[in-house]
T-cell receptor, first 114, second 112 residues
Framework: DTAVSQTPKYLVTQMGNDKSIKCEQN?????MYWYKQDSKKFLKIMFS???????INETVPNRFSPKSPDKAHLNLHINSLELGDSAVYFC?????????????FGNGTRLTVT | GESVGLHLPTLSVQEGDNSIINCAYS??????FIWYKQESGKGPQFIID?????DKRQGQRVTVLLNKTVKHLSLQIAATQPGDSAVYFC???????????FGTGTRLLVSP
């Protein structure tokens, strides 16, 4: 009965590689997000999609490309990985554009770039 | 083991005590606030929310207080239990903005 699930949970890769993280939610929500949590536990939004349309795109390098095939899925593809990309990436979903409902988070993907 | 986050502000309490976690938010125009709990290896979990037209809201063992005058939010946890040990985040949403902005987090340590 997992609400927001992301895979993989751990991802270890070398600099320069390309990798993807997948996210799915079964809550029927229409908005999905990617957040990045750094080593100091600071959470910062990267992207937000509402009904498969991009509505928030923070100042994220264009090596990061989100894709939403349908409103239940939001994947994150990262090209040419760099050491500074190492972090925990969280997918989340909500009903509406953060209007009146809280975000529901997945359990994160810990990305380590060596 | 996890070494990140060790330099977070930390609140240490004894089991059974009441805990108060504070948060100063940045945007006087924010109209929606949420408290999240994050346990090790997990994603943030929703605890309670409050809108700017309220100054207090209660849940089960938790109370959120909002003081808009000084842009301050607090989370009170009654009869704190070891299972409450986690990192707690406040988050705010500004009017007309479509994103939640998270605070830096506070680690709560509950001793039995």
């Amino acid at each position: 009965d997992t609400a927001v699930s992301q895979t993989p949970k751990y991802l270890v890769t070398q600099m320069g590689n390309d990798k993807s993280i997948k996210c799915e939610q079964n809550l029927g929500h229409d908005t999905m997000y990617w957040y990045k949590q750094d080593s100091k536990k600071f959470l910062k939004i990267m992207f937000s999609y509402n009904n498969k349309e991009l509505i928030i795109n923070e100042t994220v390098p264009n090596r990061f490309s989100p894709k939403s095939p349908d409103k239940a899925h939001l994947n994150l593809h990262i090209n040419s990985l760099e050491l500074g990309d190492s972090a925990v990436y969280f997918c989340a979903s909500s009903q509406g554009i953060q209007g009146s409902s809280p975000l529901h988070f997945g359990n994160g993907t810990r990305l380590t770039v060596t | 083991g996890e070494s990140v986050g060790l330099h977070l502000p930390t609140l240490s309490v004894q089991e059974g005590d009441n805990s108060i976690i504070n948060c100063a938010y940045s945007n006087s125009a924010s109209d929606y606030f949420i408290w999240y709990k994050q346990e090790s290896g997990k994603g943030p979990q929703f605890i309670i929310d409050i809108r700017s037209n309220m100054d207090k809201r209660q849940g089960q063992r938790v109370t959120v207080l909002l003081n808009k005058t000084v842009k301050h939010l607090s989370l009170q946890i009654a009869a704190t239990q070891p299972g409450d040990s986690a990192v707690y985040f406040c988050a705010e949403r500004g009017i007309g903005f479509q994103k939640l902005v998270f605070g830096t987090g506070t680690r709560l340590l509950v001793s039995p």
